[in-house]
């Protein structure tokens, strides 16, 4: 979700928003849609882009194998590794920059 407080930032965010509903990645999560709200209480304007669920966050792998003391096995981690690379190799060739 992006708040904006004016037309020139929302159109911005809109801009840059659009192009994320068209990716189509095997290891990128699909944007589902988007939408935008106002809240009339505080003025202001929030796109928000609705994305497929994913059953668990890598930060949330990491934090289970934290608490039980676990070793990430490392076959695994070069998978995600590479998915992740293969991933952002596809977002750049599509001139997207990840933040």
Partial sequence: ???CI???????????MMPLLKLQHAHI???????ITWESQIS????CLVMEY????FQEIIEKNRRTRTV?????MQNVLGQV???LEY???LDIIHR
């Fill in 1 to 3: 979700m992006v708040g």
């Fill in 6 to 16: 004016d037309e020139h930032q929302a159109n911005k965010a809109l801009e840059e």
């Fill in 85 to 87: 690379l293969d991933a």
């Fill in 44 to 47: 202001f304007l929030f796109l």
């Fill in 29 to 35: 999560s699909i944007y589902q849609e988007l939408f």
């Fill in 72 to 76: 990430i096995d490392s076959e695994w």
């Fill in 91 to 93: 977002l750049h060739q």
């Fill in 54 to 57: 994913g059953k668990e966050t």
